[in-house]
């Protein structure tokens, strides 16, 4: 049998224990499942403040996007010929084969709603006789133009168009009997 000191301190021991268990069930498990809780918020709100900046992120890119846009589409606007100055088509086509001595003529085909699209297609049959630097200088002339030339049935000839191989009106040149014409359709586009 056990004496009486070895009862007091298993008694001792069995009472510390106890003690011990109801402390821990009373204080430390709920305490541990508020932090638990605690940590499962802190989580959550972490994950919606990053949503939030992605969201603001995004936001800040669009309105930077957004005035990129606006800047593109009025440099977009002055690509074409406004309307009722369609007339300034021909003069730019005119002054672009005065300027690099070579002739001309132009026939003004119709005006046609581009599918799909506000925009009205200007189509223009161009002649032009010259020197070739000359004709090769008027096809960069136009490629450079401030605005939209679409150029399509490009055909080059030697020659003149009337049969007469008569020099341009450029400085002589090694190449200034070499005449050829150009024959093409010219496209620009009038925004309504």
């Known amino acids: 049998m056990l ?42 709100l972490q994950h919606d403040l990053e949503l939030r900046y992605e969201r603001t992120s995004t936001i800040r890119k669009s309105k930077v996007n957004l ?7 009025s440099e977009f606007q002055t690509l074409f010929i406004a309307p009722n100055h369609e007339l300034d088509f021909i003069v730019f086509l ?30 223009t049959q161009l002649q032009v006789s010259g020197n070739y630097i000359d004709v090769l200088a008027y096809l960069f002339d136009l490629e450079q133009a401030p605005l939209v030339i ?22 002589p040149s090694s190449a200034a009997n070499n005449q050829i014409t150009l024959s093409a359709q010219a496209t620009t586009y009038v925004n309504p």
Not at 68 to 73: G, I, N
């Open 3 to 44: 004496q009486h000191h070895e009862k007091k301190i298993l008694l001792f021991i069995g009472v510390t224990f106890i003690t011990l268990c109801i402390f821990i069930f009373a204080l430390i498990v709920p305490t541990m499942r508020r932090i638990s809780a605690l940590n499962h918020t802190i989580f959550q």
């Open 67 to 73: 005035g990129k846009v606006k800047q593109f589409t």
């Open 94 to 123: 005119e002054n672009t084969a005065r300027a690099r001595h070579l002739e001309q003529n132009l026939s003004l085909l119709n005006k046609q709603p581009v599918k799909q699209s506000q925009l009205i297609a200007l189509t």
């Open 150 to 171: 679409q150029m399509s049935n490009i055909t080059l000839t030697q020659g003149s168009p009337n049969g007469s191989n008569r020099p341009s009106a450029a400085p």
